[in-house]
């Protein structure tokens, strides 16, 4: 099927610390988008990726399109207090209307 | 540019009930998608509206069904309430001619079934 495993599930981290998460699949993406969700709110778009290969930055955000298509890698750079909160992976549905979303990666940042 | 709007925010209703919650769509799209998260969950894919239509469909039963009016703006209704139909419900919207596959979600309604 289209699932999307993400990894690691939950990271504990110092701030300060650079921080990286991927995204796999058994199936071939041609899109992949990264979203970060905080408490009571909807996910908010950081970063889409449409070609295999692609590298992206968004501030201290990188994420890349595997050249195989099935998998994508987000990388945060010296992390901060705010970047706290759950990331998702996504890709299109094969009826390219809705999206599939992995389970996500739940960032915790300690003081 | 006005964002994804959702109504209302929370709402409890119980076991059997219906209910219909609300999205307006980002300005310039024309395409909206509804999407379940249940707690500790991503965003499961309901349905989608193109053009007044249902354009796409997840795995949900029929008593999910919805609407989209000439604006763009869009409803769904659930029918017969579970209490497992607790979670945020999402709206996304999209542009669809360019690159659908990019949403951008509203807050959410948090809906609770007692």
């Known amino acids: 099927g289209q699932q999307l495993n993400q990894s690691p599930q939950s990271m504990f981290i110092q701030e300060g610390e650079d921080v990286s998460m991927n995204c796999t699949s058994s199936s071939i993406f041609n899109t992949w988008l990264w979203y970060k969700q905080e408490p009571g709110e909807g996910p908010v778009l950081l970063i889409a990726l449409y070609k295999a290969g692609e590298l992206t930055s968004n501030g201290r955000l990188t994420a890349q399109f595997g050249i195989t298509r099935k998998d994508s890698f987000l990388n945060i750079s010296a992390s901060i207090p705010s970047d706290v909160g759950i990331y998702f992976c996504a890709g299109p549905r094969r009826g390219a209307d809705g999206l599939t979303f992995g389970k996500g990666t739940h960032l915790i940042i300690q003081p | 540019e006005t964002g994804v709007t959702q109504s209302p925010t929370h709402l409890i209703k119980t076991r059997g009930q219906q209910v219909t919650l609300r999205c307006s769509s980002q300005?310039?799209?024309?395409?909206v998608s509804w999407y379940q998260q249940a707690l500790g969950q991503g965003p499961q894919f309901i349905f989608q509206?193109?053009?007044?239509?249902?354009?796409g469909r997840g795995n949900f039963p029929p008593r999910f069904s919805g609407l989209q009016f000439p604006n763009y703006s869009s409803e769904l209704n659930v029918n017969a309430l579970e209490l497992d139909d607790s979670a945020l419900y999402l709206c996304?919207?999209?542009?669809?001619?360019?690159?659908?596959?990019?949403?951008?979600f509203g807050p959410g309604t948090r809906l609770t079934v007692l």
């Open positions: 300005s310039g799209h024309n395409t």
């Open positions: 509206y193109y053009r007044e239509e249902e354009n």
């Open positions: 996304a919207s999209s542009f669809w001619g360019g690159s659908t596959d990019t949403q951008y």
